[in-house]
Each structure stands twice: as structure tokens, then as C-alpha cells.
């Protein structure tokens, strides 16, 4: 089993959503979060005073997967959150040892 | 001690535990399945009571002693719910273990284990505690739930004379030596509690025990009475009977109501489950717990009632932890001698408590309005004779309820003072807020589900109010920066009125509760008798609400996104509104909702939306293009005769002036402006509710922004805001905002004619301004240097319109500033085509669209200019 983690665009969750949710994967965590790689910063002035942002507001995604649908969830993902420009994000995988549902035990694939 | 210690054989001790598990078992599946059929809960827990007692007893006899008034120096004592004989199926059950001496203790330590484990073996959950009877007559601060418990202490086994002596000398003595101590502690967990459920009844999953207004407030309530009688009148009464009877009429409906919810979910749940959740809340309707009439309810409709109980229970227990007398600390004490300080004609505050000077005042409605404004002031509460005094006027009121400009005046008035929310909650709990407004009534305790709202909806309309006052003592960054915001606003109780009535549509039968909420503030405002342009910017909040969230979740650093969001807004007291609202309304849906994440990039799309407002300003009217535009359509309802003479006068005027301007005042503009034939200077002066507003429209020449600003300026006006406006004819509008720091006008109605004479002599050559200037200057050599120091910038941009240059300028404010850079920039052959001027505090922030004989500055000339205007500010006018 593997686990998705995706930065993208915040503009990008719902279609990323709705990518996911056509190739059946419906179970995701959704994190609020900032950051940058070469994408720069924001300033603003107001009222004489600079305001800069230099971590951009992004949205995470994380969910596990089972092997063998990897490759569809990254193009999923990565379809569905191209703009082009520098800021769409990126994907890491990892390997995950084991999955737990909590309500009633089920573990390993199943419990995906 | 010898104690006669009862035989029983192993096997003969067997079968009559398991004898007793089976009767336990049979009895409480009979007793659920009565519970079943009628709903009774107070009948269910008289019941469970009776049965665990009688096993209790059964094990008493067989363990401990065949007597059950034995053995001597030892008795068996019921506290808590068990004393009280409301016993929910699966609460624990609270026991002490009395002993006259630490001998009997010692002696009778195995026969206790047993029966302890007797209880435990049939599944009993057993709350034990052993006590000397000494040990009873002191106070454990740390454990006042033990001192309580024994209120409720009932003789179940053993010798009923030790008994006697705890109830009849231990516990009244304890009780009288610490009433104060106990009533503190009390009320302090109380309190604690309280606090940590927000302190509100109106929780869409309440817990029935803990959640204010649950079981453990009737619990208070009584104890709270109990212990106050006890050290008043030595003496020891059913605690029920020391409510008053209006206020026991509502409570026991109350806890008959709460026992049987209580009993339903613990029998629904198998275990201490007390959290009423949406599915319990469907199921306790369907099956009408509590509710002994007939008649299908929805879960919604059934915790309406829910919340009218936990309402009266609350108010009971809020009551009397507000008498408690004198046993606060010092501090406490010195806090509560300020708000007696507070005291005025109609009203004095005793220990924060207010009290009706009058008795009959409150006949006189206006009187009642200003009740409610005295508690959103100074964050007192009605005593309980006030509040019984306000619930009998209401009948009378009803016949003839205050209404239009006068109820709104009042109304705006509380809504704007620093304790609005509470004031608020205090008119609806006593049902006079619903009177008022109507609007009100279908969201008042209205569960509306959705994952992230924690509180009903009028609940969470109250606590966006709450939010935004709280703003005034910012406890960090982003609190301090929104409140600046929060101050900056001309029209703060428009904002408040929004929040009020921004979600009354979910209690109409509509799809989409924006809509639903739009039709019924309209009602409410055209009640209230609002302004047109008041109405207007109330229905715009309330329309919008949601934008600034729907914002967020694009890309808000994408001009093209600032650039749709700003379209929709139109003006920067709009924004400002629309920014706290929006912080506001998601901050109320549960204490998580504002993520420091959202809060920032709120803020972001603010000042982006801030700046673009100030970007787009020069983008012209061209009333035949403008087919779509509603105030184009509006004014020529208006003035359908004048559709030519209104058409020549919008052109070319910016879309900002639009925006800026309700329909009548254009119309009045355009009188003017035809009026401009008979004089060439046409000014209105007016008195504005915070400022003086003067309007001038005349045509445009070289100077005229300057000279208007320093005619104020020598008048001893200080200019807080101002626009500038021109049409494509070369008639201009300009209103400037100001103060009159002198009172001038606002003590000698005579000199607004000389007023404007003057301004109007100024522009026609007639009046010697520099001359004017300087007596004014000489006047005011002397001053104190500003409080606050503001750093002077001054920025430009020449890519942002098509036609003009964008100068900003962010300088100290002071007497002849708006002078000084007006005179600068026309000194430099630059013209104002338009102007927007801001005064925050001691900053003045001014912006302006310049030309130079038609064009956008050119990048030497713009240097020039920068140059100059900074020499100027920083010597002076």
C-alpha cells in the first residue's frame, strides 16, 4: 500500500475531488497549508505599510492507496491540478506498512 | 467489636447472587419496557431506585448484617442521584459507608469489600465512599462534590441513629459554618463549567447533564436554594419547595422533561451517554420523549422544546448564582463597587445586578429600550424582579410594540455598545426580542445540521456579534488588525443589524437560505423605516455573505480573482463590512472555525480588494452601454422625465460615483448642476450623524480641490473624508466629510450661511484664502505634538488606469494637509480628476487620479511631483 501526499493549488480541491471520486477513490484527508518551492512570494501595500506573504496558501491531500491504483490517482491528481505555472504543486509517495480501520478492526487492504 | 456475622454456605451465597442477577435483570428489562410504552422518565428512575436499593438491601442482609438496622455504629447512606431517588439506568450509583468510629471501620472493613463486590459482581457501577462521622463535619475544599453530595443523603441500612446524628447535627452544622465557602465553590465550578460549553444553552448535540441548562443546572439550582436557607433559617426543607412559584411553574415541566431525555439516551446508548446527537434527537421526536401531548413532531420542533426547558433551567440556576452574597474576593468585590458607579435615574446596579428605580417605569417602552442599552453598556444583568417586571409588560406591549424610525434608533444603539450580545440574549430569552422583530421567531432555537456549526442559529447570530466586539480588545495580531477595520466603519449598527438577520432564512421553507433571508430582512427593514441607502447596504451584507468565503477557495493572489471579487463589492466601506462579516460569521460556527489559515488570507483578499478599489476607480459611466445597471434603471424610475438631462450628467462620471452615491443624491446633484446657470458655485451643507457633509458642484478649474480643502482648513474644519468626482461636461462633484473641531457650526446656525459664503467666496476670487490660512495657522502655532507618529509614504502608479496616474498618499493628518498636497499637485500643473480622501485615527490616507493637460503624468513630471509633495509635508502648510 502506498500514501498519496499531494500539495496543490487551492483553487485546484474540487476538481481534484471530483478526479478522485470518478476513479473511486472517495476517502482523503484535506489539510490547510502554506508553502513554496520556486514560486515567489506575495506583497501587498496597505495603508503604507508592506504586507508579504512568502508561504503561499496550498491545501494537502492525503490518502493511501493500494498499490495497483497508484498510477491512476497521480495522473488523477496531477490531471486535475495543472495549470502549467510554476505554484501547481507536487505529489510524494510512500510506502505505507499497514492500514487500520478503527471501527471494527479490519486491516491491510481492506480496511482502505 | 464482636458483630453477629450472618452464615451462609457457598452454594446457598451462589444461587442467591444469581437469584438476585436474575431479578435485577428481569426488573430492569421491565422497567425499560415501560419506559418504552410511556416515556415516563421520572416514573423510570423512581423505579431503577427502588430496584437497586431493594438489591442493595438484599446483599445488605445477607453480608453485612440480617438486620437492617444493624449493626450498630455502621449505616449505609445514599448520596447524589441515588439519595435523591433519580437513579438513570446507567449513572453510578453513589453510596457512603458511615462509620461511627475507626473501629467499626476496621471491624467491618471485609464484610464492606464484599458487599462492594457483591454490587460490582452484579454489575452495579458502585460510587463508594467511607467516611468517621467526624470526617464529615469538615470541608475539603478540593472536594466540594463530596460536601454537596450529602444534601442529598438518604438512610438506606444500618444504625439509624447514626444516621439521625448526621442528618439532624453534622450536616446543618457543616452546612451553616460553610455556607459561604461552599456557595463559592459551587458557583465556581458552576461557572468553570459553563464556560467550557461557551455559556450557552444552544449546542446542536447538547449534553443533557453538563450543557448549561441540563441537569446538573437543576441540580445547582436546588442545591444553590438549599444551602442558602440552610444558613438562613437553620433549617433543612425540600429544596423544591424554596424555588418561587413562577420560577417552579417552568422548572419542574423542565427536569420531568430532562429526566426522561436523560433516561432514554442512557437506555438507547447502553452506558453514561448524556451528548444528544442528531440521530438521538430524530429518535427522542419520533417516539416524543418527554413529550406528553400527541402529535407528530419533527427533531427540529422537538428541541425547540428542548431548548425552551434547558432555557428556564438555566435562567434559574443563572439567577441564583448571581444572588450569591458577599463571597467574592476583593477583587471581585472591587469590580462589582465600579459597575454600582454605573447607577443613573431610571436604573441602579447592586452587586451587577440591575434593579428598576421605578417600579412602573417600564410601561413607558422607551424606558424598556433603555434598559437594554444600559446592560449592552455596561455588561450588567437584570435581577430576577426586573426580569419578572419586563415579562409582565410584554402582554401590553404586544398590543402596541414599538416600531419604525424610533424602535431602530434605539435598537442601533444597543446593537453598537460593547455588551450588544448579551443585551440581545437577555431580550430573547424573556421573549421582548421576538416582540421587536418578528423576523426572528423562526430561528429562535433552530438546529440546523451541518458538521461545522456548533450552536443554534440565533445562538450563533448573537456570538457574530460577540465576535466583532470583541475585536475592541484584541488579544492578537489578527484581532487587533480586523479591529482597526472595525473602527474605521461610518456605519457600524448596519453591520450588526446584517448579522442579526443574515440567517433568518434558514428558518423559512427555501432552498437557499440567502434568498429566504433577503426576503425577510426587506420586511424588517421597511418596518424599522430604514434609509434607502441604510437598506441598501444591510441588504447587500446579507446577499453577499458568502462571497468572501466562495473568494477563498480561488486563487486570492490571481488579479483576475481580486478583480470579480472587487466588482461585486463596488466600495471600501462595503469591503471593510463585508471583511468583518465574513471574519465574524465564521468565527460564531464553532471556536475552530477561524483557522489562522483563513484569518490570513482573509486579510489578504482584503487588502488586495483594498487596493483595486483604489486601482479601478477611474473606469467611466457611459449610461447607454450601462444596460445592466441597477442604478442607472433606478434613477430613471426615479425621474423617468429626465432621462436625457440624467444621461449628459453620468457621462463620464466614474462608476465609482455610483457607487458612492444613492439615487436621490444624484438626482439632487443634477439639480445642482442646472441650477449652475443662476450661480456658479452650488453648495449643500449638511449635518451627517458622525460629521458635516459639504457637496459642491460646480465646473471645474485649476485650483478648486485646494481651494475648498483650505477654506475648511481655515475655517478650523478637519476634513476626515472626501471624494472628488467629474463628469465628461467638466462638472465636478465633491463632498467633503468633516468635523467641526471648533463647534462652529454646531453651536451658531447662523454661520452655516457665512459658511458657505465664504467657501463659495474663496472659489469665485473674492476671499483671500492665503490670508485666511494664515490667521488660522498663527491661531494654532501652538500645539501638542500627535500621539501616535505615522510614517509619511508616498506611492504612485502608472499602469493601473488607462487615463490617469495613481498618486497614494499616507501621511500624519493634520489642520491644512488636504491644502497642502491639493495646492502641490495643481502648483504642478497636475489635475485632480478624482480624489479619495481617508482619515483613520491620526493617519490620513489619500489618493488621487492625476492628468496632465488630459493625459497620465509622464515619468519625469510624476518624479517632479513626488519631490515636491514630499518638501511640502515635511515642512508644513
Not at chain 1, 486535475?80 to 501547481?88: H, Q
Amino acid at each position: 500500500m502506498t500514501k498519496v501526499e499531494a500539495v496543490i493549488q487551492v483553487s485546484k480541491l474540487e476538481s481534484v475531488k471530483a478526479a478522485l471520486h470518478e476513479i473511486g477513490i472517495e476517502g482523503m484527508t484535506v489539510l490547510e497549508a502554506r508553502g513554496h518551492g520556486r514560486q515567489k512570494g506575495h506583497t501587498e501595500f496597505y495603508r503604507g505599510r508592506e504586507y508579504t506573504v512568502d508561504l503561499i496558501p496550498k491545501i494537502k491531500l492525503e490518502l493511501a492507496v493500494a498499490d495497483n491504483m497508484v498510477e491512476k490517482v497521480v495522473q488523477a491528481i496531477s490531471t486535475s491540478a495543472r495549470t502549467g505555472k510554476i505554484g501547481d504543486g507536487k505529489i510524494f509517495l510512500s510506502r505505507v506498512d499497514e492500514v487500520i480501520r478503527i471501527r471494527n478492526d479490519e486491516r491491510g487492504e481492506n480496511a482502505l | 467489636m464482636r458483630e453477629d456475622r450472618p452464615e451462609k454456605s457457598m452454594s446457598t451465597a451462589g444461587s442467591s447472587s444469581s437469584a438476585l442477577r436474575d431479578h435485577y435483570t428481569e426488573e430492569s428489562a421491565r422497567i425499560r419496557q415501560e419506559f418504552a410504552s410511556t416515556g415516563n422518565g421520572g416514573a423510570a428512575l423512581a423505579q431503577r431506585t427502588a430496584l437497586v436499593e431493594k438489591i442493595a438491601l438484599e446483599l445488605w442482609s445477607e453480608v453485612v448484617c440480617p438486620e437492617q438496622r444493624g449493626p450498630r455504629n455502621f449505616t449505609l447512606v445514599a448520596l447524589g442521584g441515588f439519595g435523591r431517588r433519580w437513579l438513570f439506568p446507567h449513572s453510578d450509583i453513589d453510596l457512603l459507608f458511615l462509620h461511627a468510629d475507626r473501629d467499626t471501620e476496621q471491624a467491618l472493613k471485609d464484610r464492606i469489600r464484599s458487599f462492594s463486590q457483591g454490587l460490582w459482581d452484579l454489575r452495579l457501577k458502585l460510587s463508594p465512599a467511607t467516611r468517621i462521622l467526624q470526617e464529615c463535619d469538615r470541608f475539603d475544599p478540593t472536594n466540594v462534590e463530596f460536601a454537596i453530595s450529602l444534601l442529598d443523603c438518604r438512610y438506606l441500612a444500618g444504625d439509624p441513629d447514626l444516621f439521625t446524628r448526621l442528618h439532624e447535627k453534622v450536616i446543618p452544622r457543616l452546612m451553616t459554618r460553610e455556607s459561604q465557602s461552599l456557595l463559592q465553590r459551587l458557583a465556581d465550578v458552576t461557572r468553570s463549567r459553563h464556560e467550557k460549553f461557551g455559556n450557552t444553552i444552544f449546542h446542536l448535540e447538547p449534553d443533557v447533564k453538563d450543557t448549561p441548562g441540563g441537569l446538573r443546572d437543576c441540580n445547582v439550582a436546588l442545591w444553590l436554594s438549599l444551602l442558602s436557607s440552610m444558613d438562613k433559617l437553620q433549617d433543612w426543607p425540600d429544596p423544591k419547595s424554596l424555588l418561587s412559584p413562577s420560577a417552579r411553574k417552568q422548572f419542574d415541566p423542565a427536569l420531568d422533561f430532562l429526566m426522561s431525555v436523560r433516561c432514554f439516551l442512557h437506555m438507547r446508548n447502553g452506558r453514561e451517554d448524556n451528548t444528544l446527537s442528531w440521530d438521538a434527537q430524530e429518535e427522542a421526536a419520533q417516539r416524543g420523549i418527554g413529550v406528553y401531548e400527541s402529535k407528530e413532531l419533527s427533531a427540529a420542533d422537538w428541541m425547540k422544546i428542548y431548548f425552551g426547558h434547558a432555557r428556564s433551567i438555566h435562567r434559574t440556576a443563572t439567577q441564583l448564582l448571581e444572588e450569591i452574597p458577599a463571597a467574592w474576593s476583593s477583587l471581585s468585590r472591587h469590580f462589582q463597587t465600579l459597575r454600582a458607579r454605573v447607577s443613573d435615574t431610571d436604573f441602579s446596579v447592586v452587586d451587577g445586578l440591575v434593579f428598576l428605580r421605578e417600579s412602573s417605569a417600564l410601561r413607558d417602552p422607551e424606558v424598556l429600550l433603555r434598559l437594554f442599552h444600559f446592560v449592552a453598556l455596561h455588561d450588567v444583568r437584570l435581577s430576577t424582579t426586573t426580569e419578572y417586571k419586563v415579562e409582565r409588560i410584554l402582554p401590553s406591549l404586544a398590543a402596541t410594540p414599538p416600531k419604525g424610525a424610533e424602535l431602530w434608533l434605539y435598537l442601533g444603539e444597543i446593537l453598537t455598545q460593547p455588551h450588544a450580545a448579551e443585551a440581545l440574549r437577555t431580550m430573547h430569552s424573556l421573549r421582548l426580542l421576538t416582540l421587536l422583530l418578528p423576523e426572528l421567531k423562526p430561528i429562535d432555537s433552530l438546529v440546523v445540521r451541518d458538521f461545522y456549526h456548533r450552536f443554534t442559529v440565533d445562538e450563533h447570530s448573537f456570538l457574530a456579534i460577540e465576535t466583532l466586539h470583541r475585536l475592541r480588545e484584541p488579544r492578537s495580531e489578527w484581532e487587533k488588525q480586523y479591529g482597526e477595520i472595525l473602527n474605521e466603519l461610518e456605519d457600524p449598527e448596519l453591520l450588526y443589524l446584517s448579522l442579526l438577520l443574515h440567517d433568518t432564512g434558514k428558518g423559512a421553507v427555501s432552498e437557499n437560505h440567502v434568498e429566504g433571508s433577503l426576503a425577510i430582512a426587506e420586511r424588517c427593514l421597511q418596518r424599522l423605516d430604514l434609509e434607502s441607502s441604510e437598506r441598501e447596504t444591510v441588504l447587500f451584507l446579507i446577499s453577499n455573505h458568502l462571497e468572501m468565503s466562495a473568494a477563498l477557495r480561488r486563487d486570492i493572489f490571481d488579479s483576475a480573482t481580486v478583480a470579480a471579487f472587487t466588482e461585486k463589492v463596488g466600495t471600501p466601506e462595503r469591503l471593510k463590512m463585508l471583511c468583518l462579516f465574513t471574519y465574524a460569521d465564521i468565527k460564531a460556527v464553532n471556536p475552530d472555525a477561524l483557522t489562522p489559515w483563513k484569518a490570513e488570507n482573509i486579510w489578504q483578499l482584503y487588502i488586495a480588494a483594498a487596493n483595486q478599489l483604489n486601482r479601478n476607480v477611474d473606469e467611466r459611466l457611459h449610461p447607454d452601454a450601462e444596460v445592466h445597471n441597477e442604478k442607472i434603471a433606478h434613477l430613471r424610475t426615479l425621474a423617468p422625465t429626465a432621462g436625457k438631462r440624467v444621461k449628459a450628467f453620468l457621462e463620464g462620471l466614474p462608476q465609482r460615483y455610483l457607487k458612492t452615491y444613492a439615487a436621490q443624491d444624484v438626482l439632487h446633484h443634477l439639480e445642482m448642476a442646472e441650477a449652475l446657470g443662476k450661480h456658479p458655485v452650488q453648495l449643500d451643507l449638511t449635518r451627517g450623524r458622525h460629521w458635516f457633509e459639504l457637496t459642491l458642484v460646480t465646473n471645474d478649474r485649476p485650483f478648486l480641490f485646494g481651494k475648498v480643502a483650505g477654506t475648511l482648513a481655515a475655517w478650523g474644519m478637519n476634513i476626515v473624508k472626501a471624494t472628488a468626482f467629474s463628469n465628461q461636461a467638466g462638472t465636478v462633484v465633491d463632498t467633503f466629510y468633516f468635523t467641526d473641531r471648533f463647534r462652529t457650526l454646531e453651536l451658531n446656525l447662523s454661520e452655516w450661511e457665512r459658511f458657505k459664503r465664504g467657501v463659495s467666496g474663496v472659489l469665485m476670487g473674492e476671499a483671500d484664502l492665503d490670508r485666511m490660512l494664515k490667521s488660522r495657522m498663527q491661531a494654532e502655532e501652538k500645539k501638542s505634538q500627535p500621539k501616535v507618529k505615522i510614517k509619511m509614504s508616498i506611492q504612485s502608479d502608472n499602469l493601473c488606469s488607462s487615463n490617469s496616474t495613481l498618486v497614494q498618499v499616507v501621511a500624519q493628518d493634520r489642520p491644512g494637509l488636504l491644502y497642502t498636497i491639493a495646492s502641490c499637485f495643481s502648483h504642478h500643473k497636475c489635475n485632480i480628476e478624482i480624489a479619495l480622501i481617508d482619515t483613520e485615527g491620526q493617519m490620513a490616507i489619500d489618493v488621487f487620479y492625476l492628468t496632465a493637460i488630459r493625459n497620465k503624468l509622464a515619468p519625469e513630471h510624476l518624479k517632479q511631483v513626488e519631490a515636491a509633495l514630499r518638501e511640502a509635508l515635511h515642512s508644513g502648510p
